[in-house]
């Protein structure tokens, strides 16, 4: 062979791009941080688990379907989410996690050199999704927490393609009320598509809480985004879906990749729609335990924020990464937020109590040893 | 695809003189300065002329870094004999005929070291341009309040920031000469921030500058309000403004080697004490920017307790092992950066080898007697083979002095103050 210049082969953006690289499993990261079990609160995953019907199927699958491939764009599923949300199948994409239906979206209506808007404090995934693909993410501030309507607005020029608000917001739990995503889509006005990323909406009680299904009815140029990894329960089978308007869910469908869903996800998440007792029982476990989380912050004399989703966020007087290190040598991982631009905090999700009971002894622990 | 030109050429002292008559003209035609383009022409010659037979063709490019021109030499050939470019092995240097390459690296302001695929290596010298002497340009006296976010500031702004402090000499090195600075950050060398008032002058800067791979090194603030103003809010704006533009990129944290006393303190930890040399000792400072998810760190026994206790105060997660010693037998060799206005060196491992703590021990000796007065090493953990350096380092007087966080290899800081 005569040299291989790699290089000359990867477009700038994506040799300027770092890789993600996750946290290793659990006995790597025990073994480096000497300690016999850990407690993962770092992933907004859900306690209680996948709901029954759903634990019943994966119990009675038979191992031999492995060797087949799935349905290749989840037909059933389709048509069981297009009956719960009164929208026609064909609305309906699903994707390998909603991750994955983020790079279809960008895929489908971004091109190097255009740009999407969303917030600088949020979900990690749009900013770094566009960075590689040759696309500059516009990270427009917060605003008390929350994503800044006006702002967003004035970040747009003829190159945006794509807004995506995070609502509930990942990290700050702030979220948009009906009529505020309403008079938002009025203001963008066919100018860019929106992004509703509703990972966690399953999870807000309050009923001015957006119906973005009926949103999509006035406004074409909205995609909502949902997953089966919160409330669901089912993060590790890897399955989220979106839906949007006819023709720009057509649209979507050219970016996206069939047979990405595995049968197992698929069955498990069709098993799930729409399990309200379990819904109920996720809520009220939130509501105790984020109970318990203000009572330690309080105690603790921690500001404290985060009313919707499966986690809070906690100020802390000391360096969150740090406090990260530390933590995990008791046995429990948080979230450091100096990456997600708060430094200082620490995000913890809502999970289950022994976790929880651990996670507040090894933080007075920590911020007693300063 | 790069224009820079460039050239291959046998190694061995017979092209040397093409060599360097090459790099010359090419850095004349890419408007280098006389003095400038003789420098370079030197080391090319030198690192030709040393260069093992069995080395083949050596590569010479040259690029414009702005403020600095690069000769990178490239050395394609695997298993490579190179003992040829460690200053210490040419004894008694000054007078030995092939003075070669302890001349080359002596010639250049700084000399990097890069890996190159197959077993190669690159080496990088850089000689900075001269900038004339900038006339004083005082700030203003009603300067501030700061107002609004600290800014990626413009190239007027930021070249203003610099004057102002180093007509006040605040900030330390890297706030002099505000061409220089200018062409570090257009050449992606150096990035800043600048806090401004409401009239949109600047208040204060913060710089950062690469260190190593995934790290930079942060210096100042400068602040230029006076004492009791708000500057403490200024060095808080600039510092948040520093993070928010940091974060979700390659880099994992920040050091800061020299800390200025304007330098806000929460948030960052203390990873060790650098000796001055007037016997006290100042702090290294460090700050993640990642979650740490543990690694592997490669210690030799000499330097077992310190990192072990380090490790653990710094509570990182850590598998501490003993690396074998390295398979190559003989070879070994360190690259150095050379400060010469501050007296400092900074070792850094170029290729180990069985005598590795000989060589160490040899730069030391070497730097020691031009009268280098701080002598620094800086041994990456997540390396094996770097290792095999320490013994070396410590039998000659240098020790552990600061642990530098990196979940892919730790950086271990260590010094020696004359
Ligand atoms: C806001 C938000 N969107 C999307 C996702 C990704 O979800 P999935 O597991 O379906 O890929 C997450 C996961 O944390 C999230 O917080």
């Known amino acids: ?370 | 695809m790069s224009l820079d030109p460039r050239a291959q050429l046998p190694a061995g002292p017979r092209h040397a003189g093409i060599g360097a008559g090459f790099i010359r003209d090419c850095a004349l035609a890419g408007g280098a300065e006389e003095r400038l383009a003789n420098r370079l022409a030197l080391i090319a010659e030198e690192v030709l002329g040393a260069a093992p037979a069995n080395a083949g063709l050596v590569g010479l490019t040259l690029s414009d870094r702005r403020h600095a021109m690069r000769l990178s030499v490239d050395f394609t050939a695997a298993d490579l004999d190179l003992a040829g470019l460690d200053q210490s092995r040419r004894g008694d240097a000054e007078d030995a005929e092939e003075i070669g390459l302890y001349l080359a690296a002596r010639l250049a302001d700084r000399l990097t070291t890069e890996p190159l695929d197959r077993g190669g290596l690159r080496l990088g010298f850089d000689v900075g341009r001269a900038y004339p002497p900038q006339a004083a340009a005082t700030a203003p006296e009603a300067l501030g309040p700061i107002s609004g976010a600290a800014v990626d500031p413009d190239d007027a702004t930021l070249a203003l920031l610099v004057q102002w402090a180093e007509a006040a000499e605040l900030g330390g090195p890297a706030f002099r000469l505000a061409p220089r600075v200018l062409d570090q950050r257009a050449q992606g060398d150096l990035f800043a921030r600048v806090a401004l008032d409401a009239r949109k002058r600047p208040v204060g800067g913060l710089f950062w500058q690469p260190f190593g791979r995934r790290l930079m090194e942060l210096s100042g603030p400068a602040l230029l309000l006076p004492d009791g103003a708000d500057r403490a809010a200024v060095a808080e704006a600039l510092l948040e403004a520093a993070l928010a533009g940091l974060v979700r990129k390659k880099i994992q944290g920040l050091v800061v080697l020299e800390p200025s006393p304007d330098m806000p303190r929460q948030g960052f930890e203390t990873v060790g004490q650098l000796p001055a040399a007037d016997g006290t000792t100042w702090p290294v400072l460090f700050r993640a920017l990642e979650e740490d998810p543990g690694g592997i760190s490669w210690v030799p026994p000499v330097l077992a307790d310190w990192v072990t206790a380090a490790t653990r105060r710094l509570a990182l997660g850590r598998d501490i092992e003993e690396p074998a010693r390295p398979k190559r037998a003989t070879g070994a060799a360190m690259a150095a950066e050379t400060d010469r206005a501050r007296g400092r060196v900074t070792l850094r491992s170029l290729i180990a080898a069985g005598d590795a703590a000989a060589v160490a021990a040899g730069n030391v000796a070497l730097f020691r007697d031009q009268g280098f007065s701080e002598i620094r090493a800086i041994l990456d953990l997540g390396k094996p083979d770097q290792a095999a350096f320490a013994e070396g380092l410590v039998k000659a007087g240098l020790s552990p002095a600061a642990l530098i966080p990196d979940a892919a290899g730790d950086l271990l800081l260590l010094a020696a103050a004359e």
């Not at chain 1, 790699?6 to 073994?31: K, Q, T, W």
């Not at chain 1, 945006?160 to 009320?177: A, E, K, M, S, Y």
């Not at chain 1, 631009?341 to 809502?350: A, D, F, N, Q």
Request: proline share 6%.
């Open chain 1, 1 to 370: 062979m005569t040299e291989f210049a790699l290089d000359r082969l990867v477009p700038a953006h994506v040799r300027a791009f770092e890789a993600y690289v996750p946290s290793p499993p659990d006995d790597v990261l025990c073994r480096r941080f000497g300690v016999p079990h850990l407690h993962r609160l770092n992933n907004n995953e859900n306690p209680i688990g996948p709901p029954e019907a759903a634990r019943a199927m994966m119990a009675a699958w038979k191992p031999e379907q492995a060797a087949l491939y799935p349905q290749g764009d989840g037909w059933h599923l389709r048509r069981a989410l297009g009956r719960r949300f009164d929208i026609d199948p064909e609305q309906v994409i699903l994707g390998n996690g909603a991750n994955e239906v983020i790079a279809f979206v960008i895929k489908a209506f971004c091109e190097p050199g255009d740009n999407i808007v969303t917030a600088d404090r949020t979900f990690a995934v749009y900013e770094w999704l566009a960075s590689f693909s040759g696309v500059e993410p516009r990270l427009v501030p917060l605003r008390d927490y929350a994503f800044d309507a006006e702002a967003m607005l004035d970040a747009i020029d003829d190159r945006t393609r794509v807004l995506f608000v995070c609502n509930p917001n990942n990290p700050t739990g702030t979220w948009w009320r009906h009529d505020e995503l309403d008079r938002f889509m009025e203001a963008v006005d066919g100018r860019a598509i929106v992004v509703a990323d509703e990972a966690y909406a399953e999870f807000a009680e309050d009923p001015a809480f957006p119906d973005s299904f009926a949103l999509m009815q006035r406004h074409p140029n909205l995609i909502v985004f949902r997953t089966f990894s919160k409330m669901w329960g089912l993060a590790g089978l890897r399955i989220g879906w979106m839906a949007a308007s006819p023709d720009v869910a057509a649209t979507v469908k050219k970016t996206s990749i069939s047979y990405s869903v595995n049968i197992l996800a698929m069955e498990a998440a069709r098993a799930t729609v729409w399990d309200e007792a379990h819904v109920q029982a996720t809520r009220a476990h939130m509501r105790g335990s984020r109970a318990a989380v203000a009572a330690l912050a309080q105690k603790l004399g921690l500001t404290m924020i985060g009313d919707v989703g499966n986690f809070v966020m906690l100020k802390l007087p000391m360096s969150d990464t740090v406090a990260h290190r530390r933590l995990m040598g008791r046995g429990v991982m948080a979230r450091a937020m100096t990456s997600f631009r708060y430094p200082g905090w620490l995000r913890v999700s809502l999970g289950p109590a022994d976790a929880m009971a651990a996670f507040a002894g090894a933080l007075e622990e920590v911020l007693a040893e300063g």
